[in-house]
């Protein structure tokens, strides 16, 4: 749709342009404007679609086509870190989903298996083409890396040694993925390590990728996991959890890890205590999902555990999007064959959506470790 159209519509008479542009307007935004983060919109129905749907009808705008930017990533940063997202009237159903997270177990245990399904079963050829060698789906450490490969190195040497992994040892992996760290682990530190995913795609490459190591990788859900580890770790798995099953998973970790183990949490996080819930997220990429909060965190843990160490590292997560995100559109003739024009723009938004929001500091990278009783002297973690 030309831009005369968009034109016509940008009048003092019509409000739902009004709205938009005097919120974009805070952030530095133009509409149909040069710079990289300007908003380019090609029909007109976007502005009374974004007041009236709120983030859900802002990304399927998008994935229809109806606006576009050259830099989504600049543009969600700008919006996020003006708090333009809090400003925007929110949708009935908004509200209604967020009653339900509050009502409903949305991660029950039969419910816990759609995220396999709808995110994770995608293909492994998508994932293998975006991601490192290690298959990490999870957020790099990039304190001394300059590419993807060696900032997920990094972190999972880093997971590895705030866990003080020795040879003999067993590790339980709960949400093990494509078994990256159950590999590394068994390799580069002797372990024996048993790994649980939801998704079947995840553990028919896992047990690829882990064949010839002492690793089991289980198709399970981790609230029927009943053994003794030495530690425990779980890396992208807790923003699946969900509130009303947060005390019964920390109930499972602490059945299952010896009484001088250590467990590592790793996880992305909202700064407010509240149900976190996007409906564009919720819809399209992670159903179900919800960002715990360090209170959530706190409160559920303490009657097991002692908080050893929080480490925020969230400002990493911005250059590992952007990382999968050039892997993507770079990889995106060999996966055209298999994804049409619509899932490109979904998976588009999705990757640049969730980097701005890093690089505004709305959401947070943790890594935590616990321990049953405490250890005495303390531990010295890495960094």
Not at 106 to 132: C, E, P, T
Not at 201 to 216: F, H, I, N, T, W
Not at 268 to 296: A, E, M, R
Not at 357 to 375: E, H, M, N, T
Request: aromatic share 12%.
């Amino acid at each position: 749709m030309s831009s005369s159209c968009i034109e016509d519509v940008s009048t003092q008479d019509n409000p739902w342009y009004r709205i938009i542009s005097e919120l974009l307007q805070q952030a530095d935004i133009e509409i149909n404007g040069s710079r990289p983060f300007d908003i380019q919109i090609h029909h007109p129905q976007f502005f009374k679609r974004v007041v009236q749907q709120g983030s859900l009808g802002l990304g399927e705008s998008y994935m229809d086509g109806w606006w576009d930017c050259q830099r989504p990533d600049m543009l969600f940063h700008r919006i996020l870190r003006c708090g333009l997202d809090k400003k925007v009237p929110h949708h009935i159903k908004d509200f209604l989903r967020i009653a339900t997270a509050r009502l409903i177990n949305l991660q029950s245990k039969h419910r816990a298996w759609m995220v396999g399904k709808k995110h994770y079963d995608l293909g492994n050829d998508l994932f293998n083409q975006i991601l490192d060698p290690y298959m990490q789906y999870s957020c790099g450490y990039w304190k001394e890396a300059n590419t993807l490969e060696q900032a997920q190195q990094a972190k999972l040497k880093m997971i590895c040694e705030k866990l003080q992994l020795k040879p003999g040892m067993t590790l339980l992996d709960i949400g093990c993925g494509w078994g990256g760290l159950s590999a590394y682990a068994a390799k580069n530190y002797g372990v024996s390590v048993e790994g649980v995913t939801i998704s079947a795609e995840q553990q028919k490459l896992a047990q690829q990728r882990c064949s010839g190591l002492d690793v089991a990788i289980l198709l399970e859900d981790y609230r029927d996991l009943h053994n003794q580890y030495d530690r425990i770790v779980s890396v992208g798995m807790f923003e699946h959890v969900g509130p009303k099953n947060y005390h019964t998973y920390f109930d499972v970790v602490a059945r299952n890890l010896k009484p001088n183990g250590l467990f590592l949490l790793h996880t992305i996080g909202s700064k407010q205590t509240k149900v976190n819930v996007d409906p564009w997220i919720h819809k399209y990429i992670f159903p179900n999902g919800c960002l715990p909060s360090v209170t959530n965190i706190a409160q559920n843990s303490e009657k097991h555990f002692v908080m050893e160490d929080l480490h925020n590292f969230g400002a990493d997560y911005d250059h590992t999007l952007m990382a999968w995100y050039k892997r993507f559109i770079q990889g995106w003739s060999e996966l055209s064959g298999q994804y049409d024009e619509r899932f490109k723009r979904m998976f588009t938004y999705y990757l640049n959506a969730c980097a701005g929001a890093f690089r505004a500091r709305d959401i947070q990278l943790w890594q935590i470790l616990f321990s049953p009783k405490g250890v005495e002297g303390g531990i010295r973690v890495p960094r």
